[in-house]
């Protein structure tokens, strides 16, 4: 087959695109959003008086910044798979590419697209069954901070029963939990750009 460059449609280009885009957005919350949190939180010792605050609004900053991502990356992503899909019907039935003809187990091009499709959707199961929990605590542990108040006695008794609670996990222990799953979650369209320009390799 032609190379990726030869071809003029925007079609074979577009899901290449789009698939990184997202995994760039996505990676930009672990890159630099959560080490922003933290360094706040750190300049706030756990036993210092405006830890509570601090964390309080922390803590609803992440909640807004993710509920702005929750909103647009499912549908970026449902863009994205949609191109692939797309070119998995455009390519069905053509030959293996020339770059892996010669290897022992070798997917048709497009079966590359489909499995490009599929792993930019995967960022919603992946969050649902796995980034979810720890969105919950993060949650909770925001609302047992505004309790009473930011900075309240009573707001920061809250926060520490919480914590008891979950088995001693701090804030920046979740955050950090947080960053590293997202990784992961960014690497599920990474992978899938890498797919859809295999597609066309």
């Given at each position: 087959?032609?190379?990726?460059?030869?071809?003029?449609?925007?079609?074979y280009?577009?899901?290449?695109?789009?698939?990184?885009f997202?995994?760039?957005?996505?990676?930009s919350f672990?890159l630099a959003?959560i080490?922003?949190?933290?360094s706040?939180?750190?300049?706030?010792?756990?036993?210092?008086?405006?830890r509570t605050t601090?964390?309080?609004?922390?803590?609803?900053?992440?909640?807004?910044?993710?509920?702005?991502g929750?909103?647009?990356?499912?549908?970026i992503?449902?863009?994205?798979?949609?191109?692939?899909?797309?070119n998995a019907?455009?390519?069905?039935?053509?030959?293996?590419?020339?770059?892996?003809?010669?290897?022992?187990s070798?997917?048709?091009?497009?079966?590359?697209a489909?499995?490009?499709?599929?792993?930019n959707?995967?960022?919603?199961?992946?969050?649902?069954?796995v980034i979810a929990?720890?969105?919950?605590?993060?949650f909770a542990?925001?609302e047992?901070?505004k309790?009473?108040?930011?900075?309240s006695q009573?707001g920061?008794?809250k926060?520490?029963?919480?914590?008891a609670?979950?088995?001693g996990?701090?804030s920046?222990?979740?955050?950090?939990?947080?960053?590293?799953?997202?990784?992961?979650?960014a690497?599920?369209?990474?992978?899938?750009?890498?797919?859809?320009?295999?597609?066309?390799?």
């Open positions: 087959m032609a190379s990726l460059l030869n071809y003029n449609s925007p079609l280009a577009a899901p290449i695109a789009t698939s990184a997202l995994s760039g957005a996505i990676a672990s959003f080490p922003s949190l933290l706040h939180l750190r300049n706030h010792p756990p036993n210092s008086s405006t601090a964390e309080s609004h922390t803590l609803s900053i992440f909640r807004h910044v993710y509920e702005a929750k909103g647009s990356a499912p549908l992503a449902l863009a994205s798979a949609s191109l692939c899909f797309g019907y455009r390519l069905y039935g053509s030959p293996a590419t020339a770059l892996f003809s010669r290897a022992t070798v997917l048709r091009p497009w079966q590359y489909t499995a490009a499709g599929v792993l959707l995967a960022i919603a199961p992946f969050t649902v069954l929990s720890t969105n919950d605590r993060l542990r925001e047992a901070a309790v009473g108040g930011a900075g009573e920061g008794e926060v520490k029963a919480t914590e609670k979950e088995g996990v701090g920046e222990e979740l955050l950090r939990r947080w960053l590293w799953l997202n990784f992961v979650r690497a599920f369209p990474a992978v899938g750009a890498v797919a859809a320009w295999m597609a066309y390799a």
